[in-house]
């Protein structure tokens, strides 16, 4: 399953990245963390909005 999630969130990485899209480590681990059920849905929300937030982003 560990290389099946890695595979994947390469492939996003990836895509995202030619979109134009930067994705930090702190972003890779986080999504890590979720699909390897290391966190909750909820500690994932929480984590996304606060690094969104300090991103300056929307998180509403």
């Known amino acids: ?3 099946s999630i890695e595979k ?3 492939s996003a990485k990836a895509s995202l990245e030619l979109s134009g899209l930067k994705v ?3 972003h890779t681990e ?3 963390k979720a699909l390897a059920k290391e ?3 909820e500690e ?3 984590e996304a909005k606060r ?3 300090q991103k300056g982003g929307d998180s509403k």
């Open 1 to 3: 399953m560990a290389k």
């Open 8 to 10: 994947a969130m390469r």
């Open 24 to 26: 930090e480590d702190k």
């Open 30 to 32: 986080l999504v890590r």
């Open 39 to 41: 966190i909750t849905n």
């Open 44 to 46: 994932f929300l929480k």
């Open 51 to 53: 690094l969104a937030e």
